[in-house]
């Protein structure tokens, strides 16, 4: 991978940036580790357990990202020929934007509909690789004409399964237009996911609708390059906690992301944590059947927030959605659920 120039995006950082090495660090690097700790829950006798490698990596800048893009996720599978998912960060094949005066402009000139050749290229990626891909998110320009940060989820076939437009764009920072919608995708035999984009998980809405959606996974694609990752580590383990999910932030590396990438169990545990900016994969085998786990017998086996509500319950108003939380619709989507429904 090549490097990008170092312009942030958010400011100039006070305190220290997580260090680089002097020569800037080995592109993909690797570590193992094991999200399971309280041993491996079963449903029946099939194992929902999840080979996933993230990669803390540095925006694409080169001539052919795409091209770039397949290499790293050939290295990963050399490395790790058991790994079925593989997650980049937030506009990794957009690192040519950070050299731009306006990115804007840049956006607009490079997004492109879901049907055209960048988004069918990623899926001959997948297809060629057999693997789940999230290639981070890209400029996608939407029917109206405006142009979204929309994160793709690719399955082995190459077929687009899921595409998810930022609904809270860091404003007034970045110049995306807002997506309206959550959404989440199934994994045959396995389970439920969803993604959500950096500054989404400063919202709690975000990761509620996902999990409200059934997922058990969130994916959190980030492009951090200033400060306040730091604040993005305890929203991460929050984020897990409130909703009994996996939460799996990956950052973009240095010498412009800050990295730091976390990854947290539906307890608030956490997996793995990189202490630093440069270039690394890690490579998580996780467990779906502990959300159920947790969301059975209550985080620390006590706190069961999906059986909150019941039916003797008043509605409980939210006026700042013009809403309100009931107990017909507090429960998330489960498996017999979406099979009754079918």
Sequence with gaps: MLLSGPRLLR?????????????????????????????????GDVSRTWQIALAQARPLTGPDPVAQLAG???????????????????????????DQEDPESYF??????????????????????????????IAERGPDGRVYNTALVHDPSGRLVSSYRKVFPWR?????????????????????????????????????????????????????TTRDRVQELVLARSNAIT??????????AGPLGWGQSIYVGPEGEVLAQLEHA????????????????VR???????NRVWEQLRSDDDPIDLPVYDGRMAHGRWQPETNDSRDTDD
């Design 11 to 43: 400011g100039e950082p006070s305190g220290r940036r997580p260090a680089l090495p002097e020569d800037g660090g080995q592109d993909m690097m690797s570590l193992v580790a094991i999200g399971d700790p309280g041993g491996r829950a079963r449903c």
């Design 72 to 98: 790293a996720v050939a290295d990963i599978l050399r490395e790790r020929p058991d790994t079925r998912m593989v997650v980049f960060p937030e506009m990794h094949l957009l690192g040519a934007s950070d």
């Design 108 to 137: 607009d000139e490079v997004a492109e509909s879901l049907t055209g050749p960048l988004v069918q290229a990623l899926g001959r990626v997948a297809a060629e690789a057999g693997v789940w891909l999230v290639p981070g998110s």
């Design 172 to 224: 007034p920072h970045e110049p995306w237009a807002s997506g309206a919608a959550f959404t989440a995708f199934d994994v045959p035999g396995t389970g439920r996911m969803g993604v959500n984009i950096c500054y989404d998980a400063g919202f709690p809405e975000a990761t509620r609708q996902i999990a409200w959606l059934g997922a058990e996974v969130v994916l959190n694609i980030v492009k951090t």
């Design 243 to 252: 909703n009994q999910v996996y939460y799996l932030s990956v950052n973009a």
């Design 278 to 293: 440069e270039p690394e994969v890690t490579h998580l085998s996780i467990d779906l059947d502990r959300v159920t786990e």
């Design 296 to 302: 059975t017998h209550g985080t620390a086996g006590l």
